[in-house]
């Protein structure tokens, strides 16, 4: 495979209030200093806490934002900075499935409507011909033809999210954002919705960048995952191994919120429990960003901010002591 997005120490600030009362603005780092690639064809998952810019770090890689620093490169090409035109050409190759199925389909359109107006803003194509391609993506999501007279409140959540998929593939993208695309639905349709994006990314030759909180399901679909955490990415490496040898200590913690979750299969995650909440993003942490909430934390963690380690297989963990960590718990 050859590699389709490249993501190079990117950041993203906003300049924001820090509450309603407040009279000034302050600038609030939401993605710090990231850093990671997605192949051709594959699932790049990304999971944090709600937060930790993993929502907004996907805006920037298909350049609805434009990043405070660092490069994004898609095929090849630097898109960090484009504009106009040429920005139009590339999102009409980078797509978003959104995490809301009942806010991010207008009301006052039809099906048909809705799936037109994306299509008319990067093609000029005869009436027949659009109308060809929504029956066909309907069908391809598990939709009647006739649906694309209907309007969305006449849809279940379920059946949104199929509309919402059908209109980002209407202009026949190669890279969809699915930005939480089922943390909105019921649990028993969320694994029909990953089930319909693996068979479409394998139909079409699709690539994903996979955003979820939850671990095990973003397991399921993704080649690869990453950990987020106020901003900072902390674990990346392929599915399995994130999921059965974690081993940044935050990540141990979201396995060990995972309800059902086999703990024979995995190292013993008994000392791993998130104390206290997130810090807010404007008083970031000295030192390990995580260091506030880790049971293992010392006085170097507080202090100094980890670098990457190599542990092997594409496996990468921002830690001092991972290797104590997982020495201790195979004792």
Not at 35 to 41: D, L, V
Request: glycine share 6%; net charge negative; charged share 30%.
């Amino acid at each position: 495979m050859s590699t389709l997005v490249k993501v190079e120490n990117v950041s993203k600030e906003f300049t924001v209030k820090r509450n309603f009362l407040s009279l000034t603005k302050e600038r609030v780092r939401a993605v710090d200093m990231v850093s990671f690639t997605i192949e051709k064809g594959e699932t790049f998952g990304l999971v944090g806490e709600s937060g930790c810019g993993k929502s907004t770090l996907g805006r920037v890689v298909i350049r609805m934002y434009e990043p405070s620093s660092g490069k994004i490169f898609y095929d090849g090409k630097d898109i960090s900075s484009l504009k106009g035109k040429e920005l139009k050409r590339i999102h009409r190759r980078m797509q978003i499935i959104f995490q809301d199925p009942y806010s991010s389909l207008d009301p006052h359109m039809t099906v048909r409507e809705i799936m037109s107006e994306n299509i008319s803003a990067y093609e000029d194509i005869p009436e027949k011909e659009k109308e060809e391609r929504i029956v066909t993506l309907l069908e391809k999501v598990g939709m009647a033809a006739s649906d694309m007279y209907k309007y969305p409140n006449e849809f279940s959540g379920g059946q949104r999210q199929r509309i919402g998929i059908a209109r980002a593939l209407a202009v026949n993208p190669e890279f969809i954002l699915c930005d939480e695309p089922i943390s909105a639905l019921d649990v028993s349709i969320q694994a029909q919705v990953v089930n319909l994006l693996s068979d479409l990314q394998e139909e079409f030759g699709l690539t994903y960048l996979f955003i979820a909180h939850d671990l095990n399901m973003v397991r399921h679909i993704s080649d690869k995952i990453g950990v987020m955490y106020l901003g900072k990415m902390v674990e990346i490496g392929n599915s399995d191994d994130v999921y059965f040898e974690p081993k940044h200590p935050y990540t141990r913690a979201l396995l060990k919120a995972v309800p059902g979750i086999e703990p024979e299969n995995i190292l013993d995650l008994d000392r791993t429990i998130i104390e206290g909440d997130i810090p807010s993003p404007f008083a970031i942490p000295k030192g390990c960003r995580f260091h506030t909430r880790c049971p293992y934390a010392t006085a170097r963690c507080a202090a100094e901010e980890p670098e990457w380690e190599d542990c092997g297989n594409g496996h990468r963990v921002a830690c001092f002591r991972y290797h104590e960590i997982a020495s201790s718990q195979k004792e």
